[in-house]
């Protein structure tokens, strides 16, 4: 079966740097959850989007943002990148907000 | 407030022992309850959902949890483990309304020979 696509897998920036992370949702769900993990830490949620609509906020830094786009996948932008950003970034998906599946997430390390 | 109490940080057991993790969970309406399990560096797995109806939910790779409203548990466990089910395990509750996920602080299985 399909599964929730995460690009890139891994992705090094430097301090100050932007970084883009893109996921596919699993096809026919139509709502995208992003979540942060740390290191040793449990995944905190940022934010959704259902039907291309912002559906909830979490702690999500005025640094970032994030979009669906009309074929429902997601991309979180990040800026002015600073170290503490540095974890593993999911995303899951769900059809209409039921049960959420998880990509395998972008590892994210900040220089 | 909304939260998910995990409190074992690290479980070691026997292979073919029997596992319990404990999950205790704080929620205003009637929560939907979750086990993913994460191996390291990867994703999460879902394991098994309780949504209503029966009690016991039935998971893949033989786990099983028990959602008890009276004392806000929702327990996993299995009755034989394996070696390959070392990983962190980590208890969710959700809305019906179908929003984010709060997740427990984790629980680290090692399995011993």
């Known amino acids: 079966a399909a599964g929730v696509i995460q690009s890139p897998r891994h992705l090094i920036k430097e301090k100050r740097e932007t970084a883009t992370l893109k996921c596919y949702p699993i096809?026919?769900?139509?709502?995208v959850y992003w979540y942060q993990q740390g290191p040793g830490q449990d995944p905190q949620f940022l934010i959704s989007?259902?039907?291309?609509?912002?559906?909830d906020k979490g702690s999500i830094p005025d640094r970032f943002s994030a979009q669906q786009f009309s074929d429902y996948h997601s991309e979180l932008n990040m800026s002015s990148l600073e170290l503490g950003d540095s974890a593993l970034y999911f995303c899951?998906?769900?059809?209409?907000?039921?049960?959420?599946?998880f990509g395998p997430g972008t590892r994210l390390t900040v220089l | 407030a909304q939260s998910v109490t995990q409190p074992d940080i690290h479980i070691t057991v026997s292979e073919g022992a029997s596992l319990e993790l404990r999950c205790n969970y704080s929620?205003?309406?009637?929560?939907?309850l979750f086990w993913y399990v994460q191996s390291p560096g990867q994703g999460l797995q879902l394991l098994l959902k309780?949504?209503?109806?029966?009690?016991l939910v039935q998971g893949i790779k033989g786990f099983e949890a028990e959602f008890k409203r009276s004392q806000s548990s929702f327990n996993l466990r299995k009755p034989s483990v394996h070696w390959s089910d070392a990983a962190e395990y980590f208890c969710?509750?959700?809305?019906?309304?179908?929003?984010?996920?709060?997740f427990g602080q984790g629980t680290e299985l090692s399995v011993k020979p």
């Open positions: 096809p026919r769900h139509d709502t």
């Open positions: 309780y949504f209503s109806g029966d009690t």
């Open positions: 899951a998906s769900s059809k209409q907000k039921d049960t959420q599946y």
């Open positions: 989007f259902y039907e291309k609509m912002q559906s």
């Open positions: 929620y205003g309406a009637t929560p939907y």
């Open positions: 969710a509750v959700g809305s019906f309304e179908g929003g984010k996920l709060i």
